[in-house]
């Protein structure tokens, strides 16, 4: 029988994992994105937009389409499609995989400063700048919005919600970013902070390189741990090989 693997996605590794698996003769993919970004890059493979209903309706659409295994390849940061995933697979008996890209690491010129929320990253922001660059996606704005001496430019694939802090400019791009590119958005808005979370990977990882270039604190908003007894792959060919240790065609 041939299996069904459902790719929890919207990262790119999601995309070239499905791609991957859709390239193995019987092998049917099934992609559930959430639906947040309005255009999303294509994707190989059965595509699936929005929510289940929370971790028994996730189990519930499993059993439904008799999927063999889940891959969470979400944002690192989706904390509760994660923890549905987790709880959704235990109640079902399918094997789960986290792919997870590693998070990034300071080195000895980086003027880092960890913090576990964007509430703390906020507590934090008055000490060290007034002219921030604010790069947390467009969620979550509202941790910030009471920062009514503290000048923000954020920058979001899609159009920040609200609240939003009294003093923002929108910058809508999406990555990848260049060194060249960083450096100069954090030197024509005189930026003296940046905010980021620990996403990971390349594609906007040249604003740590810019901001140490240019001796800026960066305030890191850590990773969500992940639910207990769970365990992550670092890339697209390991998560392959758990599966083919998981689920047999």
């Not at 309706?57 to 994660?82: K, N």
């Not at 400063?113 to 704005?141: E, I, K």
């Not at 910058?171 to 979370?197: N, Q, Y």
Request: no cysteine; aromatic share 4%; charged share 20%.
């Amino acid at each position: 029988m041939s299996p069904h693997v459902l790719v929890l996605g919207g990262t790119t590794e999601a995309r070239e994992l499905a791609t991957a698996l859709t390239a193995r003769p019987g092998t049917r993919v099934t992609t559930s994105l959430a639906g947040r970004v309005t255009r999303p890059g294509a994707v190989a493979g059965e595509v699936r937009v929005g929510g289940f209903g929370g971790a028994q309706g996730l189990a519930d659409w499993l059993r439904e389409q008799r999927v063999d295994a889940v891959v969470d390849a979400t944002h690192p940061f989706a904390e509760t499609i994660t923890a549905h995933a987790a709880r959704a697979t235990t109640a079902t008996g399918l094997p789960l995989v986290v792919l997870r890209r590693p998070g990034w690491r300071p080195g000895p010129r980086d003027r880092w400063h960890p913090v576990p929320s964007l509430r703390a990253a906020a507590g934090l922001l008055p000490r060290l700048g007034h002219r921030v660059l604010l790069t947390t996606g467009r969620l979550g704005l509202a941790a910030f919005a009471h920062l009514t001496d503290v000048r923000f430019v954020v920058r979001s694939v899609e159009p920040p919600e609200p609240p939003m802090p009294p003093h923002t400019h929108v910058l809508l791009a999406r990555g990848p970013f260049t060194v060249a590119g960083e450096t100069a958005l954090l030197r024509d808005h005189h930026i003296d902070v940046l905010v980021t979370k620990d996403s990971g990977g390349s594609a906007t990882s040249a604003k740590l390189t810019a901001a140490r270039d240019l001796a800026l604190p960066v305030v890191v908003v850590r990773r969500p741990p992940l639910p207990d007894g769970v365990t992550a792959v670092p890339d697209v060919p390991e998560a392959l090989r758990r599966l083919d240790a998981l689920v047999r065609p």
